[in-house]
């Protein structure tokens, strides 16, 4: 399996594959290197508390971020934009 994946990374994930309905849950787990039983909890987590139900449910979350980091909901608003922009970016590039 892959790296651990702090609550950005795993909301990214989920948007991705929620806008997608074309897809299938295994092959979307498979492609992107976790397991589908992992998926599914993120996505319980996500659907009961959003970006802070992932948060709460990460036991490594504290230690993700140094200390001072601003945490706030436009921060995880801003780091999102970034995923989603690297994201489309690297998409340009494969294709």
Excluded: V
């Excluded at 996505?43 to 009961?48: A, G, L, T």
């Excluded at 036991?59 to 921060?75: C, I, Y």
Aim: with cysteine; proline share 3%.
């Amino acid at each position: 399996m892959s790296k651990h994946k702090n609550p950005l990374e795993k909301e990214f994930l989920i948007r991705q594959y929620k806008n997608n309905p074309n897809i299938k849950m295994s092959d979307f787990c498979q492609r992107n290197d976790m397991s589908a039983t992992a998926f599914m909890k993120w996505i319980k987590q996500y659907e009961e508390g959003g970006l802070e139900g992932l948060a709460r449910a990460d036991s490594e979350f504290k230690d993700l971020f140094p200390e001072g980091l601003d945490r706030t909901e436009e921060a995880y608003k801003r780091e999102i934009m970034k995923l989603r922009i690297e994201n489309e970016r690297l998409k340009k590039i494969i294709l």
